[in-house]
């Protein structure tokens, strides 16, 4: 019998459902493990834009649809922030579809007392981008690793290895990727400043991350298309990142933070 993971939220965002490279099956089984409270969708949960250039939906990215629609329709309450994939979405802002909450940006107080503020963070990307030459540069290099990513992943399957992300290993030891990546995180903790929150979650450049930085706890959940991560808020008050593992079939924690208190040194683990 599979054992249950019990959280009072958790954190998905860069899904893409209707893209090839998503990890649907690993995410299904995350959902099927987990009993939650809230859960909220920070952004690029379908694939619009993926959708658009071609149609793919197979049946695991329904079924994790139909999984998200009835924790909606259970006691979960589930909050939708769409992001630049899913960017049909943000003209509901403020509705609710199929029992889920849509919202362009979203405000919640943890257990312990800690606010947070929620948002995809495309709206950043003016701020991160070194130029339109490096932009398309980027979006076909992406494109590239995400290809080569598929190929090695067959055959480390093939081979009884379990799912590693070359695409991810290769984007961090890439200069301007690294520039980028600060540049995004210093725009979302200085929203962070100005709203007065305690955290800030969000996703969007698909590198997950779990940190404090200027008295704010920044949380990026990472994506489903290369690093298959999530953020959680425990019954006892940790803010953990954790990603899937495909050897245990369940997730593993990368790093924590106790919300009790503004900490002053984050417990990271290595995955």
Known sequence: MTTKHIYQSLWLSDIHLGCKDCKAEMLLQVLQQTRVKRLFLVGD???????QRKMYWPESHNQVLQQILRL???DCEVVYIPGNHDYLFKAYDGLALADIKVSKQYHYTTITGKKVLMMHGDQFDEEVCFGRFYAKLGDHLYDLLLFVNRSFTKARHLLGYPYWSLAGC???????AKQAISR?????VKEALKQAV???ICGHIHHPELRQEQGVIYANDGDWIENCTLLCETMDGQLQLRRWDDRLNTTVELAAICLLEQPQELAEKVA
Request: charge should be positive; charged fraction near 30%; proline fraction near 0%.
């Open 184 to 188: 995004y995180r210093q725009a979302v």
């Open 198 to 200: 305690d955290v800030v």
């Open 45 to 51: 949960i379908i694939d619009v834009w993926a959708l």
């Open 170 to 176: 290769i984007k961090g030891k890439i200069a301007k």
């Open 72 to 74: 909606a329709k259970s």
